[in-house]
């Protein structure tokens, strides 16, 4: 799932070309994605983007009148930017925004349709899509703390929990703990100051670090390489491969659709997490999959 340096980055380059166009129509190649018809579609034809923004993992349009679009790539989602009047893609395409000087292209691989497209009317309309985690580039040690402690979860749960934290999913989660030296299984209420120091500062340098590096990589292009697994990570999608900081290889645990990896010396003392033993736990603290987190933190800013 694009994370925040993915999403901070796609948006930079929507800016360079979109922003103060007119979006002349939606093309929508797939009947799952549009969630939401109010306004319609053609409400938004020959209007222009007057600006971005960012709600935690999910992509913002805005146009005249208090109009957005709001869009959500989840797992697989991706974005391309196309010449003027470009196909939608096959199997994978689930939609086309045409604009003056191009066409921007959505597709989702796999089976699974879960990205979602919302049009909505009004501020307080798109403050319901907004899942309320802190942004820790905007925040101070005090606002972290407040956000970490305010529910007790393990520490991979709490990076990961939208309603806690924005932008911060699967990927830089684990990237976090590593940089913090931290156990993905540590309880947050049972955290030290210092611990709760140390991992307000990797979260703060990891996703700047990333944002910048994703950045230099993109340059005046438009992001075509988004993945959860990069080179230059450090336990993130390496398991069995060495922690670059120890050498010791790194481990994972496996829940449901949901992977943790950690390098064992340098977050745990060198114990093993291993599966079996904390199955119990994840059930209690950790959701079958990563859909099912961000419903329930959007699930919580929904009027009842």
């Not at 689930?94 to 919302?118: C, M, N």
């Not at 949901?258 to 736990?281: F, H, I, M, V």
Request: charge should be positive.
């Amino acid at each position: 799932m694009p994370e925040l340096p993915d999403v901070v980055v796609y948006l930079e380059a929507l800016e360079k070309r979109i922003v103060g166009q007119p979006l002349e129509r939606i093309r929508l190649a797939s009947p799952f994605l549009l969630r939401s018809v109010e306004p319609p579609p053609e409400a938004f034809a020959g209007q222009p983007v007057r600006g971005l923004r960012r709600l935690g993992k999910r992509l913002v349009w805005e146009f005249p009148g208090q109009r957005f679009l709001v869009l959500h790539l989840m797992i697989a989602g991706r974005l391309h930017w196309k010449e003027r009047g470009a196909k939608v893609p096959g199997k994978i395409g689930l939609a086309a925004f045409d604009f003056p000087q191009g066409t921007l292209t959505l597709t989702e691989a796999g089976t699974k349709k879960r990205a979602s497209l919302y049009l909505v009317q009004g501020e307080e309309a798109l403050a319901v899509h907004n899942p309320g985690g802190l942004e820790v580039l905007n925040a101070n040690a005090v606002d972290f703390r407040t956000a970490l402690l305010r529910e007790n979860h393990t520490l991979k749960r709490a990076l990961a929990d939208p309603h806690l934290f924005s932008g911060i999913g699967n990927a830089f989660s684990d990237e976090i703990l590593h940089r913090a030296r931290l156990s993905p299984l540590t309880w947050t209420q049972r955290l030290s100051e210092d611990e709760v120091n140390r991992l307000f500062t990797a979260t703060q340098a990891t996703l700047r670090d990333w944002t910048e590096r994703l950045r230099q990589e993109t340059g005046d292009g438009f992001p075509e390489k988004v993945t959860a697994f990069r080179a230059g990570m450090a336990v993130h999608g390496r398991f069995g491969r060495p922690c670059p900081d120890c050498g010791t290889a790194v481990q994972r645990i496996v829940y449901a659709e949901n992977e943790t990896n950690y390098c064992p010396k340098c977050q745990t003392n060198g114990k093993l997490l291993a599966d079996r033993s904390l199955s119990r736990l994840l059930k209690d603290d950790w959701p079958r999959t990563l859909e099912e987190l961000e419903e329930s933190a959007l699930g919580k800013r929904r009027p009842q």
